[in-house]
């Protein structure tokens, strides 16, 4: 299928999560005509972004640091407080998409952006091809778990899963779990499994920080500026909640005082019936839990060449250094909602000033 035809637009979203609808609504509202000047393309197959793959069990009341999309406030009712977050968000963003008339073509895969003719963008994508003067990358993490390697893992004659696949504590009944993962998904998915588990095991590769007290701006600024370094520097980035440390809640406190969050040092190698240390202690399992975490999601920019060698693109606000035309949305310091709304429009600003400049010089050279 072809749909676009190699048509040239001034710009290209990839990805209509929290990072992508900020960064179109901030295209539309200063000047850019939806569909003719830019597109969103979005991989998934509804409107929600990552969020309609969470599991049932996460409600919206349990979630933490949801922001409203620029202009349009989401209903945080007690209503909304009962219901699945997938449902809550989802809805939301397909609210938002309609009332704002944003350009999204969906299911499209982005497969990769490459040079193109007269200085533009060619975006490859199954449904054909654009020629963007700039890009907006706001593809996010989801598509990415990370998976540990460790010895004997392909042994193991239990089941292993991620977070991506957690579809609720049901389906833990009666069976012995180890949980991987130090960050808030591992702490949530142990609180949710260990009353229906026949036992459960948490181990974590360093000793987890719990938080007391409130997280305030502040401390939100500086947990920002540490992941910020990062990128600046080319390197991987860390997620903010990873320097931001665990939220010591009612809920926590049970789980800590119950020993339901015990945490144990990571292990040393699997074997078919559990794990093992090298101090000769085991635990048997069924099932082993990877709570670890995701990757960013930015191997469509790989024919680019963005890469520094510390393995991260280096961005400078939101523009890769190595590319101007490209800018990452919801990558590194904006991969909060919160972030992702001060991205979009701080990209948008940076791809006007970038085109202003080449439409200038298009004018003296034809003057």
């Not at 049932?56 to 209503?79: D, Q, W």
């Not at 993962?181 to 499994?193: C, N, P, R, V």
């Not at 040092?265 to 074997?271: G, K, S, V």
């Amino acid at each position: 299928m072809d749909e676009f035809g190699g048509r040239p637009v001034d710009v290209v979203v990839v990805g209509a999560g929290q990072a992508g609808l900020s960064s179109a609504y901030h295209l539309a509202r200063t000047g850019f005509v939806p569909e003719r000047d830019f597109v969103v393309l979005d991989h998934a197959p509804a409107p929600g972004g990552a969020w309609q793959f969470r599991w049932p069990s996460l409600t919206y009341g349990r979630v933490h640091g949801m922001h409203s999309l620029p202009g349009m406030e989401l209903e945080t009712g007690a209503a909304e407080a009962a219901r699945p977050s997938a449902e809550v968000v989802s809805r939301y963003f397909a609210d938002y998409e309609r009332r704002f008339a944003l350009p999204v073509h969906r299911p499209v895969d982005v497969r990769a952006v490459r040079e193109g003719p007269g200085g533009r963008l060619l975006v490859e994508s199954s449904a054909g091809s654009l020629a963007a003067r700039a890009l907006i990358s706001a593809t996010g993490t989801w598509d990415r778990p990370f998976w540990p390697r460790y010895r004997g893992q392909e042994s193991f004659l239990g089941r292993q899963l991620h977070t991506a696949s957690y579809a609720g504590p049901e389906e833990f009944a009666g069976l012995r779990v180890v949980v991987v993962g130090g960050g808030a998904s591992g702490t949530q998915h142990l609180m949710e499994i260990a009353p229906y588990a026949a036992s459960t095991v948490w181990v974590t590769r360093t000793p987890p920080v719990f938080r007391e007290g409130p997280f305030g701006e502040e401390q939100g600024r500086a947990a920002v500026a540490l992941v910020e370094e990062r990128v600046r520097r080319g390197l991987p980035p860390r997620s903010v909640v990873s320097v931001t440390g665990l939220p010591l809640n009612d809920a926590v406190r049970r789980a800590l005082a119950d020993g339901v969050l015990d945490r144990q040092p990571m292990f040393d190698r699997i074997t078919p019936t559990g794990v093992a240390w090298e101090d000769g202690r085991t635990v048997d399992a069924d099932v082993i839990l990877w709570a670890t975490g995701f990757r960013p999601s930015v191997g469509h920019l790989a024919p680019l060449g963005l890469r520094e060698p510390g393995g991260g693109i280096r961005v400078e606000g939101t523009r890769a250094v190595r590319d101007e035309r490209v800018h990452l949305v919801g990558y590194g310091p904006s991969a909060s909602t919160i972030g992702a709304n001060r991205a979009g429009r701080e990209a948008v600003g940076g791809i006007r000033r970038m085109l202003g400049a080449d439409r200038a010089r298009e004018g003296a050279a034809a003057a």
